[in-house]
C-alpha cells in the first residue's frame, strides 16, 4: 500500500498511536492482576464461553426440530 496523500499518513499515524496506547493499556493491566487472579480469570472466561456455545447449539437444534416437525 502506498501512502500517496496527507489523508493516508494521518490514518497510518492514527493506528498506530492507537495501536501503541492499547499496547501499553494491556501491558499496565498485566502488571496490576496477579496469577492467581488471571488463573480465575481464565475459568469464569471457559464457564462463560462454554454456556454461550451451549445456549447457541440450542438454538440451532431447536430451529432444526421446527424445520423438520413442519
Known amino acids: 500500500m502506498r501512502m500517496n496523500?496527507?489523508?493516508d499518513v494521518a490514518a497510518g499515524l492514527s493506528y498506530g498511536t492507537s495501536l501503541g496506547s492499547g499496547g501499553?493499556?494491556?501491558l499496565q493491566l498485566m502488571d496490576t492482576v496477579s496469577p492467581g487472579q488471571w488463573s480465575a480469570i481464565g475459568v469464569l472466561a471457559s464457564v462463560f464461553f462454554g454456556l454461550l456455545t451451549y445456549l447457541t447449539n440450542l438454538y440451532f437444534k431447536i430451529k432444526d426440530y421446527r424445520r423438520k416437525r413442519h
Open 24 to 26: 501499553y493499556w494491556l
Open 5 to 7: 496523500n496527507i489523508s
